[in-house]
Nanobody
Framework: VQLVESGGGLVQAGGSLRLSCAAS????????IGWFRQAPGKEREGISC????????FYANSVKGRFTISRDSAKNTVYLQMNSLKPEDTAVYYC?????????????????WGRGTQVTVSS
């Protein structure tokens, strides 16, 4: 099983990025997917998740209204569209998969994790 994040990079404040979480070895339709981030010296923060069924979405207050999570079953991929980026969004971003999950911004329920992609927002 492998989750691979991509799409990170360096962007100016106010810009946008779209992160991808591509899975191999599992069918993401059976998993809730969460996006987390960790900045240097800070704890890992759950920022968004999408449930397995109904594709309900959840967002942390820090990103609500700016980030959008979505899934593409045909590509077995989940996306995180990030708009209006701020310097405080700078972090390593991770995706995680929770088998049969309902969606949770806490990290402990997740079964599989990617290795992360760096997002840096300059002021």
């Amino acid at each position: 099983v492998q989750l691979v994040e991509s799409g990170g990079g360096l962007v100016q404040a106010g810009g946008s990025l779209r992160l991808s979480c591509a899975a191999s070895g599992i069918n993401l339709d059976y998993y809730a997917i969460g996006w987390f981030r960790q900045a240097p010296g800070k704890e890992r923060e759950g920022i968004s998740c999408i449930s397995r069924r109904e594709s309900r979405t959840f967002y942390a207050n820090s990103v609500k209204g700016r980030f959008t999570i979505s899934r593409d079953s045909a590509k077995n991929t989940v996306y995180l569209q990030m708009n209006s980026l701020k310097p405080e969004d700078t972090a390593v971003y991770y995706c995680a998969a929770d088998y049969m999950g309902r969606g949770d911004l806490g990290p402990n329920v997740y079964d599989y994790w990617g290795r992360g992609t760096q997002v840096t927002v300059s002021s």
